[in-house]
């Protein structure tokens, strides 16, 4: 399996805390049947700042101590980078990385509370210059949970979305697992990633959402996920079906 979006470079958010936690994070990632997966930490969040270069270097580093401890996973370089006003000045700057450093996809993260709203301008101007936004975690925004449909909007406009694991069995409660199967039964979702930050409460949960998914969806729809990461990890454009407009019955139940 490829995991698309992990927080285990160790000391530079609140992902991983030290090498030895990002050592036993990596064996877990193995464990569960993890091949490959990508580092993104949190840029520019009000929190923190990775910029691309230090990314790297971090995650070569990574990698040179996962074979010296025969580990046989492969970190890949990223960020999740929080959308800004000046994200184009970042851009020219050098200073945001794209998955695996290709210029195609950007994993881009929207503040938990709202959707901006010039979201859907920027998005636009993305695609412009050949880069894919890859809207992070969507089901966990509280302004898409209420007003469901602007993520329709966003991924007509051409944005990816990517669940979290753990949102899909539950673990963030169940407003946000029911929105996220309301997302997959849309086609309003791409990919699925773990953004796992630990081993305790934040950690590799990608098999129980594919399992979880097979069974509501059937295993078509999980091997459309799979495939999207495999495409994705080698440069190839993922599988994109049609959105659908998520309607909401009466009273604002789903």
Do not use: W
């Not at 036993?24 to 700042?49: C, D, Q, S, W």
């Not at 509280?142 to 673990?171: C, D, M, P, Y």
């Not at 097979?214 to 091997?223: E, H």
């Amino acid at each position: 399996m490829i995991d698309l979006h992990c927080h285990i470079l160790p000391e530079v958010d609140d992902g991983s805390k030290d090498m030895q936690e990002s050592i036993a994070m990596a064996r877990k990632a193995v464990e569960v049947g993890i091949t490959h997966l990508f580092a993104t930490p949190h840029h520019l969040n009000e929190r923190y700042v990775n910029m691309k270069d230090d990314i790297i270097d971090c995650v070569f580093y990574l990698n040179k101590c996962l074979q010296q401890e025969n580990i046989p996973l492969t970190v890949h370089p990223g960020q999740e980078l929080r959308i800004h006003r000046e994200i184009f000045v970042s851009l020219e700057k050098g200073e945001v990385l794209t998955l695996d450093n290709n210029g195609k996809y950007l994993m881009l993260e929207l503040p938990s509370g709202h959707v901006p709203t010039y979201t859907q301008e920027l998005i636009y101007e993305l695609l412009l210059k050949g880069i894919t936004p890859i809207i992070v975690h969507p089901e966990r925004n509280k302004e898409l949970i209420e007003n469901h449909n602007l993520l329709f909007k966003l991924v007509q406009e051409g944005a990816l979305s990517q669940l979290t694991s753990g949102s899909i069995i539950g673990l963030f409660g169940k407003n946000v697992k029911s929105f996220s199967k309301k997302i997959i039964e849309h086609n309003l979702a791409h990919f699925i990633a773990t953004d796992a930050h630990n081993l305790a409460s934040r950690g590799f949960f990608l098999q129980e959402a594919y399992e979880s998914i097979t069974k509501s969806f059937g295993l078509n729809r999980t091997f459309y996920f799979k495939e999207n990461a495999e495409l994705l990890i080698r440069g190839q454009s993922p599988s994109i079906e049609k959105p659908v407009s998520i309607k909401k019955k009466l009273l604002g139940i789903f």
